[in-house]
Structures are given as structure tokens and as C-alpha cells.
């Protein structure tokens, strides 16, 4: 086959250059080329004669080279030779590789028969492992099957246990060895309500409908069964309370206890395990819960039978002991309730665990005695004392002290404030009706008017006892024996004064106008008795009606005595009033609604005025302007009783003050009207009434005046007020009425064209010369015993009069500091 294919290459290269058709004719350079590879081999040969390691050829062997197949023929003859002269150490080197080949085929030969033997090997380790895991699989299936069939067995036993322990449960609660009062018992209850829960949680069974049914029924059974156990015991302690051999109301207070209450605590023990017992289902099962409900309200009616009646009849009995003492009326019950209440509610704990319910309602019907019994008293009872002391009992002592600090007797507390409403409408409608009657309509006594004449008796008599209590050293005690009640008022009054050099006989309470000691007392009555926006309606009343009956008394002194007594007197009730309502603590303001009609006068005007406009049917129709124009005003009107105090003290101080002022300088002031409204002033010295001598006349006549009323006018003010920062306060503006009088007297004379003598015959002083007679006025009427202004001069029905000394008397300033005794 290589030889053909040798062959057929030989044929193919002659036929290179064939004449004709030549396969690869050579061109002219590539023959040159071919000839110069010749030579090249020529003398490639000629070298490697002289190389030691290839052995030499002779030229000579050269074959004669006639045709190009000779010559392929040799070339391919030296090209081969020449190929294996250079082949030689890489055809060893090919024939060792040849070796470790076949070591190697021979090695993967065995590895291959190895890897043979390996795989049968696994093959028969798998099958046999498969076989194992397959039996092992088998065998664990099995026994999950057998846990499975198992479980199933065991639910279908537990399921199947709710359904079979209806006959056994029954034939346990019908047994007649069974007791209610037994662990047993309440064992056989806990398995029906499990069955019964189990019922109503797998609801989707087939019969779990109908078994339920049977439960309940069973359960229906129990608690008929507990029901008429807890019955038959209260039964029993109950007919044991109201035996007729047991003493009923009589035996005392322990015997009283035992029967009411020993008994049905005795009782107790044989109830305590099935009533915890049902509380305890009560709080997850609904039946239970109205079981125990029902429990609840058969104690609590068994309780209303044995002790409604007896506190019945001890509140008749207290009652009827206490008839004209409702204070101690209203003390006996309260304290009866609340001990009643209390061992009401500790004997409750030996049966029940918590409050109920039917507890409170039956101890509210207990409670509800006290308001039944003390209500017809106090709807008849007019003095506001004995309802203001009932109201501070209830809400003070009852309600504060014992209600509130202790939960169990809420019930009583309810009772109370019921009672306490009661009480307080009763006292506001009394209020309103002795405000009315005994402050706004009182018909003064003569002694209430007797004024300024009670003032110096009560300070003769304060200063006699003084003089009296001065030169004795008896004891205290043997002076009080002598001497009448008004007397020990008077030097108790006394001590005071010598603590207070400012104290008066004045500032006794029991020398206050019988309106404003009675409004006083009728206000400090109500403040703790009720509510702050009640009280505050009343006061503000109250204090309206007070400052009327003041006014209405200062006029009638006014009339009888002077002017000066009847306005100091109204200062100072009023002074008396808004300092003792300083001390309550509320707004004396009420919010008063009227309606203001203004409105539809104008709008009924209108409508008038527009008659033909009434039937328009578009904007301005009359009657419809009428409509929406004549609707009433709401207004609200703020009723400040203080503001109202103060601007009645106001105004009587302006008034004193004008009286006192035209008293003493009333001539002057009758001659700078005249005046001031006479024209033209260049002409007034013309005049008779204006002359320098009549001036004159006019200017002593008002000096005398203010020598002489001076000192009585500042007399009555120290016996009314009794207060020198008031009294200054007071008398400041006076002088300086007077003072400013003698100044437009001087402005008069200097504008008026009088000459300098006729400023010397009229002899008016300057406002200095004026403040100085008045103080001296002060000063020399202080150094003598003086009457009040209006008083005539008599002797003192206790002893010699009253005489204080210049220096207490002296017309010092006062410090600046402002008194809030008047506004």
C-alpha cells in the first residue's frame, strides 16, 4: 500500500516537466534555484567527510544521473538516508516510549480488570444494602403503624370516655350516700363540667349534641342539688333566730349578737367549702354565676327577714327615747346603722369571698331606715341651729369621718346623703324664710336704737369693772359669781382690751344690730353645712338683705337722733359686715338672666310704621322684619354682694363726711355758694350779706362752730368705730373740707376787691392757721370728758364718766399705712 502511494508520487513528479501538459512546469528561476540547492548538498557532503561522528561517503558513489527519475530516485535515496543518520537517538528514545507504553496498556489493563472486579463488587454490596434498607424501611413503617393505630386507639378511648361517663356520673348523684357538703360531690361536679366542656368544644360529633344535652341535664341536677342544701341551711339558722323562745329585743347587747348573728355564723363552716366552692365555677361558667347570684339573694333575703325588723324597731325605739333631740336622734341611728351594717358585712365574709350585688340592696333597705325615720323630723324642724348641726353630723361625722374610711359602709353613706339633701334644701328654704322675716322685715326694738346711748353705758360699765377688777385680788372665779352674764362678756371683753389697746365695748357681738349679728350668724351656720355654689347664692342674698335692714335702722336713728349717729352707725355694721364675711372662702357673686324686650317695642313700632308692607313677598316684608327683629334679649347680669358692701360703706362715708363738714363750716359754705353764683364779683363787697363785718361774723361763727362740734363729732366716731386709723382715715377728708373752705373764702376776698383792712376785719386764717385751731380743738377737748355729738351732758348711771387721757387722745398721725377697715 506505501508503495503504491511511493509509485504514484514518482509518476506524478515526471510529470512535472513533461513536454506536454506539464503538471508543474519550473520557470527559469526556479531551475537556477534547484541547481543551487545542489551544489549545496554537493558540498554539504564534502563536510561531513570531516565530521568525527558521521562516516564519510565517497563522491565516487555518486550514480550517473541521466532522467529526473534517477535523480528523484537518488534524492529520495540520500534524503532517507540522511533521515535515519538524524533519526537514530530519537528512534531509540520512540522505542523506549514504545516500552513504557505498553507497561502502561498492561498496567490499565489490570487496573481496568480491577476496576471490573471493584464495580461487581458495589453491585453486590448495593443489592444486599438495598435489601437490608428495604427491610429496615419495612420494619419501621410497621411500627409507625402500630404507634399510629395505637394513638388512634388510645383517642378513640379518650373520646369515647366523655360519652360513656353519663350513666356512672348519674347513678353517683342520685346515690343516697352522696353529700353535698363533700370533696365526692363537688369531684363528680368538675367531671361534668369537663364532659360538658368537652361537648361544647368538639360540637362537630356525631351524638355530642345529645350528650350534651344529658350533661347539662346532670349539671342542672347539681345545682339543684346545691341550691337546696344552701337553702335548707339559711332555713334552719333562720328558724333558729326567729324561734319563739329566743329572746327577740330584750337580753342585751351580747344576747341581741348571739341571736342575730351567732347563729347564722354558727351555720357558716357547712356552707363555706360549696359556696367557695361555686364562686370559684362562677367566674368562667355562666350557670354557676347565676347560681351563685341566687345564693346571694336568698342569704340576703333571709338576713332582711331576721334583722330587717329588729333595726326597725331599735330605730322606733330610738326614735321614740329621742323624740326632742333630733341631734341625738340622728347620732343614736347612725351609730345603730353603722354597727349593724358593720357585723352585717363581717358575718357575709363567713359565707362569701366578695361583695355582691344583693348585699348592697340589702344592706341600702337596712340603710334606708335612717332616712324613713329622722325625714318627717326634719321637714318640720324650723330652727336653722338644729339644721345646721344636723347637716355638720351627717356630712362631718358620718359621712366624712366614718363613710369615707370605711368601704363597707357605703350603703349608710348613701342613706346619709339623702338625708343630708333633705336637710340642706329644708335649711336653705328656713334660711330664706328668717333672712326674710328676722333680718329684712325685724321690727327694731328701742333698745336696737338706742344709739350712741348703749355705746357709753356698755364702756361705763367696761371701765367701772376695770376699776373694779384692779383694786380686787380675789381669784378670777369669785369676781364671775358677782357680777351678771353680760357683765362677764363685758370683762372678758376687758382682758381682751388690755391685749388690744384698740378693743372697744363697740366690737362686742352682742352690741351688733340684731340684722347684721343674725345674717353673721346665720352664714357661719350654713358655710359648713352646704355646697359652695348653694352657699354662695344665699350669702349673696343674705348680705343684700342685711345691708337693706341696715340702711332702714340707720334712717330711723337718723330721724330720732341726728344724722351723724345714723350714718356712723350704718359704717360701722357695715365695716362689721364685710370684715366677718372676709374669712369665707367663696365668691359672693351670683349670675342673674333677664330678658330685654327693647328689641320688640322697636320692632312692634316698626311694624306699625310699615303697614302696607306686611303682605310683601319678597325681602322686605314687614311682618317677617318683625320676626326676626323682635325676639327677646338674654342678658346676663353679675351680682356682687362685696361690691355692693363696699358701695354702700362708700356712700355713707361721702355722706358723713358732708354732714360733718357742713356742721362745722356750714356758714362759709352757705356764703361761697352765694358767691360763687353772684356776678360780677366786682360787686359783691356791695352787698349786705358780703360786707367785711358780716364776713367776719360769718368766719367766727364758723370757728366757734368747729370749737364746739369738733370734739363731740370726733366723740362719736371713737364710740362707734373704736378704731384711730379708721377714725383718722375718716376725719382726714373732713378737715381738709374745712381747710379748703377757709381757702376759697381767701380766693374769694383777694379776687373780689376787698382791701387789706377789710381782710383784717374779716380776720380769715390761712390753712395753717386753720389746721393748727383744729388740732388745738382736738387737744382741749380730749383733756375734758366729752358726750357724743347730739348727746346732752348727764351723769353716768355706773359712775363717774369715762376720761382719757390727752396723750391717748392726741391728734397724732397715724401710720400711712392703709386700713382695709373702709374703702
Request: glycine residues 4%; contains cysteine; aromatic residues 8%.
Amino acid at each position: 500500500m506505501d508503495n503504491m502511494t511511493l509509485k504514484e508520487i514518482q509518476n506524478k513528479l515526471l510529470l512535472w516537466e513533461a513536454p506536454d501538459n506539464p503538471l508543474a512546469p519550473l520557470t527559469s528561476s526556479q531551475r537556477e534555484a534547484i541547481l543551487d540547492l545542489e551544489a549545496l548538498a554537493l558540498g554539504l557532503a564534502t563536510d561531513e567527510v570531516h565530521t568525527p561522528d558521521v562516516p564519510t561517503t565517497d563522491t565516487g558513489d555518486i550514480p550517473k544521473v541521466d532522467t529526473t527519475y534517477e535523480f528523484l530516485d537518488w534524492y529520495d535515496t540520500l534524503n532517507e538516508e540522511n533521515m535515519k543518520r538524524h533519526d537514530e537517538p530519537y528512534e531509540a528514545y520512540y522505542k523506549q516510549l514504545e516500552e513504557r507504553r505498553n507497561e502502561c496498556v498492561s498496567l490499565n489493563n489490570q487496573i481496568t480488570a480491577t476496576l471490573s472486579d471493584l464495580n461487581k463488587l458495589s453491585e453486590e454490596y448495593n443489592l444486599v444494602s438495598n435489601k437490608t434498607n428495604a427491610l429496615h424501611n419495612m420494619s419501621e413503617q410497621l411500627l409507625a403503624d402500630q404507634n399510629k393505630l395505637s394513638g388512634i386507639g388510645e383517642d378513640i378511648k379518650h373520646k369515647l370516655h366523655y360519652f360513656t361517663q353519663v350513666e356512672h356520673l348519674s347513678q353517683r348523684l342520685n346515690s343516697s350516700t352522696m353529700s353535698v357538703n363533700s370533696e365526692a360531690f363537688f369531684n363528680v361536679l368538675a367531671k361534668i363540667d369537663e364532659c360538658l366542656d368537652y361537648m361544647r368544644a368538639n360540637s362537630t360529633f356525631k351524638e355530642a349534641h345529645t350528650y350534651s344535652v344529658k350533661y347539662r341535664h346532670l349539671q342542672s341536677r347539681a345545682i339543684s342539688l346545691i341550691r337546696a342544701y344552701v337553702t335548707h341551711i339559711l332555713n334552719h339558722a333562720t328558724e333558729q333566730v326567729l324561734a319563739p323562745d329566743e329572746p327577740a329585743d330584750g337580753g342585751g347587747v351580747d344576747t341581741a349578737y348571739a341571736v342575730y348573728f351567732g347563729k347564722f355564723q354558727a351555720a357558716a363552716p357547712k356552707l363555706k367549702m360549696v359556696l367557695s366552692e361555686v364562686e370559684k365555677r362562677a367566674e368562667v361558667n355562666e350557670d354557676y354565676a347565676s347560681l351563685l347570684w341566687d345564693l346571694q339573694r336568698e342569704y340576703a333575703a333571709r338576713r332582711q327577714r331576721v334583722a330587717g325588723g329588729a333595726a326597725a324597731g331599735a330605730l322606733r325605739t330610738a326614735a321614740h327615747t329621742h323624740a326632742r333631740d333630733h341631734c341625738a336622734l340622728l347620732r343614736a341611728a347612725c351609730s345603730l346603722l353603722a354597727l349593724a351594717v358593720r357585723d352585717e358585712c363581717a358575718l357575709y365574709t363567713h359565707f362569701f369571698a366578695r361583695p355582691s350585688p344583693p348585699l348592697e340592696e340589702y344592706l341600702r333597705s337596712l340603710c334606708n331606715g335612717l332616712y324613713e325615720t329622722l325625714r318627717p323630723y326634719i321637714i318640720h324642724i324650723n330652727h336653722l341651729e338644729t339644721l345646721a348641726e344636723l347637716c355638720v353630723i351627717l356630712r362631718v361625722e358620718v359621712i366624712e369621718e366614718q363613710v369615707n374610711n370605711d368601704p363597707a359602709l357605703s350603703a349608710l353613706g348613701s342613706a346619709a346623703r339623702s338625708l343630708l339633701q333633705d336637710a340642706q334644701e329644708r335649711l336653705v328654704f328656713r334660711a330664706h324664710v328668717h333672712l326674710r322675716a328676722d333680718v329684712l322685715k325685724y321690727r327694731p326694738a328701742p333698745g336696737d336704737l338706742a344709739y350712741p346711748d348703749k355705746l357709753l353705758m356698755m364702756e361705763q360699765i367696761a371701765l367701772s369693772l376695770q376699776e373694779q377688777s384692779l383694786k380686787r385680788s380675789d381669784s378670777r372665779n369669785s369676781m364671775i359669781s358677782d357680777i351678771s352674764t353680760t357683765s362677764q362678756e363685758v370683762a372678758n371683753i376687758n382682758i381682751e382690751a388690755q391685749r388690744r389697746p384698740q378693743a372697744s365695748p363697740a366690737d362686742l357681738h352682742g352690741m351688733w344690730y340684731p340684722g347684721v349679728r343674725r345674717t353673721l350668724a346665720a352664714l357661719s351656720r350654713l358655710y359648713r353645712c352646704l355646697e359652695k355654689r348653694v352657699f354662695q347664692g344665699l350669702a349673696q342674698e343674705a348680705i343684700s338683705l342685711c345691708v337693706q335692714s341696715v340702711d332702714n335702722a340707720a334712717k330711723q336713728i337718723s330721724a330720732t337722733k341726728t344724722d351723724v349717729d345714723g350714718e356712723l352707725f350704718q359704717i360701722k355694721h357695715l365695716l362689721i359686715l364685710r370684715e366677718q364675711i372676709a374669712p369665707f372662702q367663696v365668691d359672693f357673686i351670683v349670675k342673674e338672666t333677664t330678658l330685654d324686650f327693647s328689641n320688640v317695642r322697636s320692632a312692634a313700632y316698626g311694624l306699625m310704621q310699615k303697614p302696607r308692607q306686611i303682605f310683601y313677598l319678597n325681602s322686605n316684608n314687614a311682618l317677617l322684619e318683625f320676626l326676626l327683629e323682635g325676639t327677646p334679649i338674654v342678658r346676663e347680669h353679675l351680682l356682687d354682694s362685696r361690691k355692693e358692701v363696699d358701695r354702700q360703706l362708700k356712700s355713707c362715708c361721702e355722706t358723713f363726711i358732708k354732714i360733718a363738714t357742713e356742721i362745722m363750716a356750714g356758714p362759709i359754705m352757705e356764703f361761697i355758694e352765694k358767691a360763687q353764683a353772684f356776678t360780677p364779683p366786682e360787686q359783691l363787697k356791695s352787698q349786705p350779706w358780703a360786707t367785711p363785718e358780716q364776713l367776719g361774723a360769718v368766719v367766727k361763727e364758723t370757728q366757734r362752730r368747729i370749737k364746739s362740734h369738733l370734739a363731740p363729732l370726733q366723740r362719736s366716731m371713737q364710740l362707734y368705730l373704736a378704731n384711730k386709723e379708721t377714725e383718722f382715715i375718716l376725719f382726714r377728708p373732713i378737715r381738709n373740707n374745712v381747710v379748703g373752705f377757709f381757702v376759697q373764702l381767701e380766693q374769694i376776698l383777694t379776687n373780689s376787691g376787698y382791701s387789706y383792712e377789710d381782710t383784717l376785719i374779716v380776720a380769715c386764717p390761712t390753712p395753717e392757721q386753720v389746721s393748727v385751731f383744729i388740732s388745738s380743738a382736738s387737744l382741749i377737748s380730749h383733756a375734758e370728758p366729752v358726750l357724743p355729738y347730739g348727746k346732752k351732758k348727764q351723769t353716768s348711771i355706773v359712775g363717774k364718766p369715762s376720761v382719757t387721757s390727752v396723750a391717748e387722745k392726741s391728734e397724732e398721725k397715724p401710720t400711712e399705712k392703709p386700713t382695709p377697715d373702709v374703702p
